[in-house]
T-cell receptor, first 112, second 110 residues
């Protein structure tokens, strides 16, 4: 069984540009979560999908961040326009309803 | 606010036993999880406690005391490959988000 996959693994962009991160959850997992770790800080929650619906988006920093999960399968997280403080590692996790969230390897985003 | 406290660094030698503590203060509690992360890669699930007591999985054990808002991860027979970051995380409601501690960097020395 394939795990959670994220693409790209690294992204370097300039301030003001747009970046789209993608997450493919484990097949059959209805719950999909986005998290972010900024350098030296803890992993912080961004939002939670149940199938294609946003269950909780309380962690989204501002309206420059847009997450979608069309069809309830893969998800994208778009940052537009990117700012310097958006740099960090973006993790995606999925869960099949049990008490375990399975994480992807993350996308390391550097905004210059 | 919601917070989890764990030591930032722990050092131990091969073959030893180490305990990583975690105290939490959250608005809701639906279980304490532990994750391991090597070199900034994917956090890997280690254990989950919803009820008080000890859960054992091989060389790793995890303990929870809900009345004390406290838990720990116990690693026995330490190996060099156990050098990694360890995170405690609380789920604030059923199926909800994880709230993470800042992570403990474990260094295992020969």
């Amino acid at each position: 069984e394939a795990g959670v996959t994220q693409f790209p693994s690294h992204s370097v962009i300039e301030k003001g540009q747009t970046v789209t991160l993608r997450c493919d959850p484990i097949s059959g997992h209805d719950n999909l979560y986005w998290y972010r770790r900024v350098m030296g800080k803890e992993i912080k929650f961004l939002l939670h999908f149940v199938k294609e619906s946003k269950q909780d988006e309380s962690g989204m920093p501002n309206n420059r961040f847009l997450a979608e999960r069309t069809g309830g399968t893969y998800s994208t997280l778009k940052v537009q326009p990117a700012e310097l403080e958006d740099s960090g590692v973006y993790f995606c996790a999925s869960s099949g309803g049990k008490n375990i969230q399975y994480f992807g390897a993350g996308t390391r985003l550097s905004v210059l | 606010g919601q917070s989890l406290e764990q030591p930032s660094e722990v050092t131990a030698v091969e073959g030893a036993i180490v305990q990583i503590n975690c105290t939490y203060q959250t608005s809701g509690f639906y279980g304490l999880s532990w994750y391991q992360q090597h070199d900034g890669g994917a956090p890997t699930f280690l254990s989950y406690n919803a009820l008080d007591g000890l859960e054992e999985t091989g060389r790793f054990s995890s303990f929870l005391s809900r009345s004390d808002s406290y838990g720990y991860l116990l690693l026995q027979e330490l190996q060099m490959k156990d050098s990694a970051s360890y995170f405690c995380a609380v789920r604030d409601r059923r199926g909800g988000k994880l709230i993470f501690g800042q992570g403990t960097e474990l260094s295992v020395k020969p």
